[in-house]
């Protein structure tokens, strides 16, 4: 089992390798409850989600660095990629019921029961900030997007009573991401941080509403990936210093004096 789950950690099985093993243990109700006991049961889940994560994750990059992606292509893999907004995912079905009238891109459910509303826009955009005297402004994509989840969050709040006793969400404390443009695709040679810094101004004077770019997602996703594989080390050397017998270590074995 333990070699398994190195394997599927390093990325070195299959995606369709792990999903039989997977619809296998479900079709067998014994090996699951085996399974259950086994102290490595919760790591292999753990491994079997993050494989999949990280397999959508390059799926979606791909989708977003490609300069013919429209937002129908990037919202059809986002959708399967809520885990990068956190909270629990409303299905497309239910959150069409929300408002009347209003299409919302996507809509999860924060732990506090709060709404989250994100609109998803095209990654491809020249002029997602543009040159304004000696300094950048953004472009008028972002601000039409940032409208369009304004008149998102009215349409909720106006319905706040209905969506509260219908569906138990509190759309009266909603707020909104807009997901907009790539620094990748900006023109007129316009590095990434003025990119960054430009939205950061920017953001800074909204309220309940933020827009990010796909480029901070991706890199915000990678770097979840980056503290939990460093949180899994770091579990790894505190058992060993557990287990281990401290009149095992040599004063020599220390830089310092031992605490012992």
């Known amino acids: 089992m333990q070699e398994f789950v190195a394997h599927i950690d390093a990325g070195r099985v299959d995606p369709e390798i792990v999903h039989r093993v997977v619809t296998a243990i479900c079709a067998s109700p014994h090996l699951a409850e085996a399974l259950a006991r086994m102290d490595d049961a919760g790591l292999l889940a753990t491994l079997i989600e993050r494989n999949r994560q990280r397999v959508g994750l390059d799926e979606w990059r791909k989708v977003v660095e490609d300069p013919t992606s429209r937002e129908p292509d990037i919202q059809r893999v986002l959708n399967k990629q809520w ?107 316009i590095a990434p941080e003025v990119v960054a810094d430009t939205i950061r101004t920017y953001n800074s004077h909204l309220s309940r509403i933020e827009v990010v770019t796909y480029a901070d997602l991706i890199d915000g996703a990678e770097r979840a990936f980056a503290l939990s594989n460093e949180g899994e080390a770091e579990s790894d050397v505190e058992d060993c210093i557990t287990v281990s017998d401290a009149s095992d270590v040599e004063e020599e074995d220390w830089d310092w004096p031992p605490p012992f």
């Not at 029961?113 to 300094?135: F, W």
């Not at 953004?138 to 009573?161: F, K, P, W």
């Open 83 to 189: 885990w990068i907004f956190g909270g629990r995912y409303i299905k497309p079905a239910i959150r069409r019921q929300f408002v009347v009238g209003e299409q919302l891109d996507m809509a999860l459910v924060r732990a506090d029961g709060a709404l989250h509303v994100v609109e998803i826009k095209q990654a491809n955009i020249p002029k997602l900030i543009v040159p304004h005297r000696t300094h950048y402004r953004v472009g008028d994509e972002i601000h039409e997007a940032v409208s369009q989840a304004m008149n998102y969050l009215r349409s909720l709040d106006e319905e706040r009573d209905t969506i509260l006793s219908k569906f138990h969400v509190d759309s009266r404390r909603a707020f909104a991401t807009v997901v907009i443009g790539h620094p990748r695709f900006v023109s007129g040679d």
